[in-house]
């Protein structure tokens, strides 16, 4: 018995040093943005700052409408591509699971083989600039690579294999609906908890997209706030290498503090609802690993 | 034992009887039509996204030329695989993206199964779930911002390492956006800090699969804390270590994008240590023009990556068939 509350102790001592190692670089990022600018400039990047300030806060409220644009275009791609790929994952995975479908062995292996070969960025990137002119459009941040994964499609079809009886479906056929009044009125409601776990997924992947913003975006109005964050470190780098080979100074760039800050505002939503999603988050990636 | 496979037996029988029903059953086309057409955004859109660009691969034997367009361009033969594998290049990249994957196996692995182990052993509820939350929280950050946090660290003038690390043991400041032996180091702890407590998930899954009376059993055999791990947790893992580093194996060919290019900030320093595939064919498509040479590297991901899968997919189901993936 002493051994094992002697091993527990040193479990939780080794996890609450290897979770403050893990904690620490964020909380940099969050100090750094409340550093005062010219204490940042002098002492670099610092856990105990020798003077602290909302500078950097206060300049962002005024600065305000290019984040917030931003913000609102994170939000808009998030919502919009979640809603759009909860829908057309679940009515394409519906079919799947129907045993009296004709076609569900081929459409079984046409989504399949999507996660086992992949033709490339190239022939990709060529296709939805050239053919679908979808540069510089709202759709450009939610169609291409993330709408509809084979992976998500195989994991609806599986709950509904197996937590919905035929009897129900057929039930309901005998009660004269239609397939599509069946889906929407029955395994629609009763795929809640899955599409709670691909909603959760895909809208961080949303969220956090910034690659096909790389590709596709260069109009500033469409910048989401990872393309945003993008964008303002690549000028930095950029300016950078101007100012030493120009060997002038002075150029006005938004401050250190300033882009710690908005980073920490780009991943407060992610912290905001982290709490509430957790169990979710665990459970989906157990499901997700075991068998897609 | 012999419960869990007369079980799988009887799965076999039953799948095997629902198969034949299944032919009965099948609708005509007429009854398929209107699931046909439910199904018909999702059959479009993976058509457009994920079947027109593997017909495209033929891009990869021409000599693509912006002005004459996709189909009236010349076409080349194999001069762009011919000039792709006369570079350094395609060693480089070929090299990093296996190593760095080799490494974040084997590291991420190791790391995933000591969290796991250590998380299941703290008992109190509370606090699993507000370690797992902290160790968890690095994945949930876009590679961007990660980017902006090492660039907190590493920056030449103003990063904490430099600042105060290096600084108070005496040494130099050292430019690291443009240091490559530091870069290998750098990758694999960037990596192991967003991953290692995603990956843990799995693995804590399996050691309360774990039957209890087996570290019941062992504990009255007078086996220590220590030993039960060794001699009950880890021979009970294997399985699923051996499933996820054949699957890992399998994906050995695919970088992570935003870990090489967001991270080293694009420096061009570093591009020796830091240039996989996946930043090879970004490079060459966005930023250098190379159209011909970058979708000749795309088919090389392609072919190898898919026969990979295929290889590695093959190999779980001979020791594993459950969780094979077809």
Same mark, same amino acid.
């Given at each position: 018995m002493t051994e094992s509350k002697s091993f527990n102790r040193a479990a939780t001592i080794i996890l609450t040093f290897l979770v403050i190692v893990t904690l620490l670089p964020i909380v940099l990022l969050v100090i750094a943005s409340f550093t005062k600018e010219q204490v940042l400039?002098?002492?670099?990047?610092?856990? /105990?700052?020798?003077?602290?300030?909302?500078?950097?806060?206060?300049? &962002?409220?005024?600065?305000?409408?290019?984040?917030?644009? =931003?913000?609102?275009?994170? /939000?808009?791609?998030?919502?919009?591509?979640?809603?759009?790929?909860?829908?057309?994952?679940?009515?394409? =995975?519906?079919? &799947? =699971?129907?045993?009296?479908?004709?076609?569900?062995?081929?459409?079984s292996f046409f989504v399949f083989f999507t996660m086992l070969f992949h033709g490339g960025i190239v022939p990709s990137y060529i296709m939805w600039?050239? /053919?679908?002119?979808?540069?510089?459009?709202?759709?450009?941040?939610?169609?291409?690579?993330?709408?509809?994964?084979?992976?998500?499609?195989?994991?609806v079809k599986n709950f509904y294999q197996n937590n919905v009886p035929d009897a129900l479906i057929e039930a309901a056929q005998i009660d004269g609906a239609s397939e599509l009044k069946t889906f929407y009125k029955i395994m629609f409601p009763l795929s809640r908890p899955v599409v709670a776990t691909i909603s959760l997924f895909t809208g961080l992947c949303y969220w956090n997209d910034w690659t096909n913003g790389l590709y596709y975006v260069d109009n500033e109005k469409l910048f989401s706030i990872q393309l945003l964050l993008m964008k303002i470190m690549n000028n930095i780098q950029a300016l950078r290498a101007n100012i030493v080979l120009m060997g002038t100074g002075t150029v006005e760039l938004p401050g250190s503090s300033v882009r710690m800050a908005m980073a920490f505002v780009g991943i407060l939503p992610i912290l905001i609802v982290y709490p509430f999603v957790q169990k979710y988050l665990v459970e989906g990636v157990v499901i997700g690993a075991v068998k897609g | 034992?012999? $419960?869990?496979?007369?079980? *799988?037996?009887?799965?076999?029988?039953?799948?095997?009887?629902?198969?034949?029903? *299944?032919?009965?059953?099948? $609708?005509?086309?007429?009854?398929?039509? +209107?699931?046909?057409?439910?199904?018909? +955004?999702?059959?479009?859109?993976?058509?457009?996204?994920?079947?027109?660009?593997?017909?495209?691969?033929?891009?990869?034997?021409? *000599?693509?030329?912006?002005?004459?367009?996709?189909?009236?361009?010349?076409?080349? $033969?194999?001069?762009?695989?011919?000039?792709?594998?006369?570079?350094?290049?395609?060693?480089?990249?070929?090299?990093?993206?296996?190593?760095?994957?080799?490494?974040?196996?084997?590291?991420g692995t190791v790391a995933a199964i000591f969290l796991a182990v250590l998380l299941c052993e703290l008992g109190n509820r509370l606090?699993?779930?507000?370690?797992?939350?902290?160790?968890?929280? +690095?994945?949930?950050?876009?590679?961007?911002?990660?980017?902006?946090?090492?660039?907190?660290?590493?920056?030449?003038?103003? $990063?904490?390492?430099?600042?105060?690390?290096?600084?108070?043991?005496?040494?130099?400041?050292?430019a690291w956006y443009t240091f490559p032996k530091a870069w290998p180091f750098i990758l694999v702890i960037v990596n192991l800090w967003k991953n290692a407590g995603y990956q843990s998930i799995v693995y804590m899954a399996g050691i309360s699969g774990i039957d209890k009376s087996l570290y019941e059993a062992a504990a009255l055999d007078g086996a220590t804390k220590l030993q039960q791990i060794f001699q009950v947790t880890?021979?009970?893992?294997? +399985?699923?270590?051996?499933?996820?580093?054949?699957?890992?194996?399998?994906?050995?060919?695919?970088?992570?994008?935003?870990?090489?290019?967001?991270?080293p900030q694009n420096s061009g320093a570093l591009f020796n240590v830091t240039q996989t595939i996946d930043t090879y064919v970004y490079r060459g498509l966005m930023e250098l023009n190379n159209v011909g040479m970058s979708a000749a590297a795309g088919v090389y991901q392609s072919i190898i990556g898919f026969f990979l899968v295929l290889g590695a997919n093959a190999l779980v189901r001979k020791l594993d068939s459950d969780n094979a993936l077809f």
């Amino acid at each position: 018995m002493t051994e094992s509350k002697s091993f527990n102790r040193a479990a939780t001592i080794i996890l609450t040093f290897l979770v403050i190692v893990t904690l620490l670089p964020i909380v940099l990022l969050v100090i750094a943005s409340f550093t005062k600018e010219q204490v940042l400039i002098q002492n670099g990047y610092s856990f /105990f700052p020798k003077a602290l300030s909302l500078d950097a806060y206060y300049y &962002m409220v005024k600065q305000g409408t290019v984040i917030v644009r =931003a913000y609102g275009v994170s /939000f808009l791609v998030t919502i919009l591509g979640t809603s759009l790929s909860v829908l057309i994952t679940t009515t394409l =995975a519906y079919p &799947m =699971a129907r045993k009296s479908f004709r076609y569900r062995n081929i459409l079984s292996f046409f989504v399949f083989f999507t996660m086992l070969f992949h033709g490339g960025i190239v022939p990709s990137y060529i296709m939805w600039s050239r /053919f679908f002119h979808i540069k510089n459009t709202l759709w450009a941040l939610i169609v291409p690579h993330y709408l509809v994964t084979g992976f998500n499609v195989i994991l609806v079809k599986n709950f509904y294999q197996n937590n919905v009886p035929d009897a129900l479906i057929e039930a309901a056929q005998i009660d004269g609906a239609s397939e599509l009044k069946t889906f929407y009125k029955i395994m629609f409601p009763l795929s809640r908890p899955v599409v709670a776990t691909i909603s959760l997924f895909t809208g961080l992947c949303y969220w956090n997209d910034w690659t096909n913003g790389l590709y596709y975006v260069d109009n500033e109005k469409l910048f989401s706030i990872q393309l945003l964050l993008m964008k303002i470190m690549n000028n930095i780098q950029a300016l950078r290498a101007n100012i030493v080979l120009m060997g002038t100074g002075t150029v006005e760039l938004p401050g250190s503090s300033v882009r710690m800050a908005m980073a920490f505002v780009g991943i407060l939503p992610i912290l905001i609802v982290y709490p509430f999603v957790q169990k979710y988050l665990v459970e989906g990636v157990v499901i997700g690993a075991v068998k897609g | 034992m012999h $419960g869990v496979q007369r079980s *799988d037996n009887g799965g076999k029988t039953n799948m095997a009887k629902s198969k034949t029903t *299944d032919k009965k059953k099948k $609708g005509s086309f007429g009854k398929s039509l +209107p699931l046909l057409l439910i199904a018909l +955004p999702g059959i479009v859109y993976l058509l457009i996204n994920n079947y027109i660009p593997i017909m495209g691969l033929f891009l990869a034997f021409k *000599d693509f030329n912006f002005m004459k367009g996709v189909f009236k361009s010349d076409w080349c $033969g194999l001069d762009n695989f011919r000039f792709l594998f006369l570079t350094k290049d395609a060693w480089i990249m070929t090299r990093n993206t296996l190593l760095y994957n080799i490494v974040f196996i084997i590291l991420g692995t190791v790391a995933a199964i000591f969290l796991a182990v250590l998380l299941c052993e703290l008992g109190n509820r509370l606090r699993v779930k507000l370690f797992q939350a902290a160790l968890l929280l +690095p994945n949930l950050l876009s590679w961007v911002v990660i980017g902006f946090v090492a660039y907190a660290f590493l920056n030449a003038d103003t $990063g904490f390492i430099n600042n105060t690390i290096m600084r108070n043991l005496g040494r130099d400041e050292i430019a690291w956006y443009t240091f490559p032996k530091a870069w290998p180091f750098i990758l694999v702890i960037v990596n192991l800090w967003k991953n290692a407590g995603y990956q843990s998930i799995v693995y804590m899954a399996g050691i309360s699969g774990i039957d209890k009376s087996l570290y019941e059993a062992a504990a009255l055999d007078g086996a220590t804390k220590l030993q039960q791990i060794f001699q009950v947790t880890l021979p009970l893992l294997k +399985p699923t270590v051996i499933t996820l580093s054949i699957m890992a194996i399998g994906r050995i060919f695919y970088s992570d994008f935003g870990l090489f290019y967001q991270v080293p900030q694009n420096s061009g320093a570093l591009f020796n240590v830091t240039q996989t595939i996946d930043t090879y064919v970004y490079r060459g498509l966005m930023e250098l023009n190379n159209v011909g040479m970058s979708a000749a590297a795309g088919v090389y991901q392609s072919i190898i990556g898919f026969f990979l899968v295929l290889g590695a997919n093959a190999l779980v189901r001979k020791l594993d068939s459950d969780n094979a993936l077809f």
